[in-house]
């Protein structure tokens, strides 16, 4: 968990408003001290909880009288995660400047064409979505053959050792050539390789997406 705050902390320190920058480096200053590390390589007494905690750098009158415990398990702990809100925060504006909401719908339903760990992120209804984004591709009477091309291509796919390990829409492409079920599923195969032709790399936007879904989904909640 040290590791992880520290990084945390350098990035708010970095990248924060002047308060957080502050508040950031006065942090990494306690907690990378000699005195802090020491303690925590070593079995050493903790001081007493219930004796009030004296703050640094400012009068002790006019400081405010809380004990140890308050400050460890309610101060520090609240300081640290209020930065740590702060830079996800800073990220999620980031990523929302950068893709627009017709955007965002396209690039994570092209995402569920990532053969990554089994077809994990496959979803048919999503890329069934994707078909509309192309609809000079797609016509109507096409979408009721796609439905059933995918249905019958995520079990062949998932069970065929050839895409076993593979990485990326590109490497997908090509195996679907090579193994020559880009005729056995050619309305599939165009689905995979019209993304191709964005003008951004695929790579690129999967793990875009990877760390938007992780950062708004799992680490905000």
């Known amino acids: 968990m040290f590791p992880f705050i520290v990084d945390v902390l350098e990035i708010i320190s ?3 408003n002047s308060e957080q920058r502050f508040q950031a480096v006065m942090l990494l200053k306690c907690i990378q001290s000699f005195d802090f590390v020491f303690s925590l390589l070593h079995d050493i007494d903790v001081p007493n ?4 905690f004296r703050t640094q750098g400012r009068s002790q009158w006019k400081a405010q009288k809380v004990t140890n415990l308050h400050n460890f398990r309610v101060e520090l702990f609240y300081a640290i995660f209020e930065l740590f809100y ?4 800073m990220q999620l504006q980031e990523l929302s400047n950068c893709f627009n909401e017709t955007n965002t719908e396209l690039l994570l339903c092209v995402a569920c064409l990532c053969p990554n760990d089994s077809f994990a992120a496959f979803d048919k209804q999503k890329l069934l979505r994707l078909t509309e984004f192309y609809p000079n591709d797609f016509f109507p ?24 390990g593979i990485k990326g829409i590109g490497e997908l492409a090509r195996k679907l050539v090579e193994t020559k079920k880009d005729q056995l599923y050619s309305l599939v195969y165009l689905l995979v390789t019209l993304p191709l032709i964005l003008p951004v790399a695929t790579a690129t936007v999967e793990r875009a997406f990877s760390a938007m879904n992780f950062v708004k989904n799992r680490l905000r909640n």
Do not use: H
């Open 86 to 89: 702060a830079i996800l925060d």
């Open 14 to 16: 970095n990248e924060g």
């Open 49 to 52: 909880m219930d004796d009030l």
């Open 141 to 164: 009477v096409d979408l009721v053959a796609l439905e059933t091309q995918l249905d019958v291509y995520i079990m062949d796919v998932s069970f065929d050792n050839n895409f076993s």
